[in-house]
């Protein structure tokens, strides 16, 4: 393969894993507004009120929610913007993303909210969903 099919095939393949971190963060967003609420500065004041109420046990996963949203703006970003270390960061959320169920191919959250009831379907998409993230960045990024 020549340097010029790597090169747009890399540029590809971080667009597109930073097109669906963009979806994904529209997404919340828009869910958000339509519950009322404002996005991230709503669920900061709702993650102090869940502190104070639970305790320890519950901050360990609270602040590893609050840095897999961080760090989905910032893939977003470094994605598109074709940052040399984004697919390490890339790589870096893939346990989170399983822990908490926000799968790669942001599409597949978005069809589970308009097809419920499909849990081992969605459990093995988000799977195959981060399988088909560290094929690709290994690959081709």
Same mark, same amino acid.
């Given at each position: 393969? #020549?340097?010029?099919?790597?090169?747009?095939?890399?540029?590809?393949?971080?667009?597109?894993? /930073?097109?669906? #971190?963009?979806?994904?963060?529209?997404?919340?967003?828009?869910?958000?507004?339509?519950?009322?609420?404002?996005? *991230?500065?709503q #669920?900061?004041?709702?993650?102090?009120?869940?502190?104070?109420?639970? /305790?320890?046990?519950?901050? $360990? !996963?609270?602040?590893?929610?609050?840095?897999?949203?961080?760090?989905?703006i910032?893939?977003?970003?470094?994605?598109?913007? #074709?940052?040399?270390? $984004?697919k *390490?960061?890339?790589? $870096?959320? =893939?346990?989170?993303?399983?822990?908490?169920?926000?799968?790669? =191919?942001?599409?597949?959250? !978005?069809?589970?909210?308009?097809?419920? /009831?499909?849990?081992? =379907?969605?459990?093995?998409? !988000?799977?195959i969903?981060?399988?088909?993230? =560290?094929?690709?960045?290994?690959?081709? $990024?």
């Amino acid at each position: 393969m #020549d340097n010029a099919t790597q090169s747009t095939r890399r540029k590809s393949t971080l667009l597109i894993w /930073g097109g669906l #971190d963009a979806l994904h963060i529209l997404w919340y967003c828009t869910s958000s507004w339509l519950h009322g609420r404002t996005p *991230y500065i709503q #669920d900061l004041i709702s993650t102090h009120e869940l502190l104070l109420r639970h /305790g320890s046990f519950s901050s $360990a !996963v609270i602040v590893a929610s609050w840095l897999l949203q961080l760090s989905l703006i910032m893939s977003c970003l470094m994605f598109l913007l #074709d940052v040399r270390y $984004a697919k *390490y960061l890339g790589y $870096a959320q =893939i346990p989170f993303r399983l822990f908490f169920l926000v799968p790669s =191919i942001s599409l597949i959250l !978005v069809a589970a909210h308009f097809v419920p /009831g499909h849990n081992l =379907i969605f459990l093995a998409l !988000v799977a195959i969903s981060e399988t088909v993230k =560290i094929w690709s960045l290994r690959r081709y $990024a």
